[in-house]
């Protein structure tokens, strides 16, 4: 089994920055990529961005590309979601996921773990 942790979330004003830390654990794993996935009130999770662990190549959903970096530290199997110039509409609950095998990293049905959860609500 794989623990996924997410840390990082708060309040912050429009424009503001943060940091989110998803940190797996558990008996012996591979991974092949890890996501970050978020889902606003009332709305479907939607994709934010990927890693493949083995490379790092990175995706990102349109909407955030070049405002959020999403990073790995495989020695501590940790990804990070630099989330930088922040605004209103990215107010939702921010989940990391890990998918084991190889997958369609934007799609979330095909990832194995996914962690509880951080709140992200930006202020106008």
């Known amino acids: 089994q794989v623990q996924l942790v997410e840390s990082g979330g708060g309040l912050v004003q429009a424009g503001d920055s943060l940091r989110l830390s998803c940190a797996a654990s558990?008996?012996?794993?591979?991974?092949?990529?890890m996501g970050w996935f978020r889902q606003a009130p009332e709305k479907e999770r939607e994709f934010v961005a990927a890693i493949i662990w083995s490379g790092s190549i990175t995706y990102y959903q349109d909407s955030v590309r070049g405002r959020f970096t999403i990073s790995r530290d495989d020695t501590k199997n940790t990804v990070y979601l630099q989330l930088d110039s922040l605004k209103p509409e990215d107010t939702a609950v921010y989940y990391c996921a890990l998918g084991s095998t190889i997958i369609p990293v934007t799609h979330s049905d095909y990832y194995d773990y996914w962690g509880q959860g951080t709140q992200v609500t930006v202020s106008s």
């Open positions: 558990g008996r012996a794993f591979t991974t092949y990529a």
